[in-house]
């Protein structure tokens, strides 16, 4: 679950390597990153075009 912070820009990055270095399953690794990601810059993308 701590995956879910891999978007914020200062604690995202050392948390997938810590994730790597505990092995941490490539598929959930994926699917957990990637929703973090995909809702960020949905986010970014919503105040950037005044969607909010």
Same mark, same amino acid.
Request: aromatic share 6%; proline share 6%.
């Given at each position: 679950m701590?995956?879910?912070l891999s978007w914020v820009p200062v604690v995202g @990055? &050392?948390?997938t $390597? $810590? !994730?790597g270095i505990l092995r941490e &399953?490539?598929?959930s690794f994926v699917v957990?990153? !990637?929703v973090a990601k995909v !809702?960020? @810059?949905l986010v970014v993308? !919503?105040?950037t075009l005044s969607w909010i």
């Amino acid at each position: 679950m701590s995956l879910l912070l891999s978007w914020v820009p200062v604690v995202g @990055d &050392p948390l997938t $390597v $810590v !994730a790597g270095i505990l092995r941490e &399953p490539l598929c959930s690794f994926v699917v957990t990153v !990637a929703v973090a990601k995909v !809702a960020r @810059d949905l986010v970014v993308a !919503a105040i950037t075009l005044s969607w909010i």
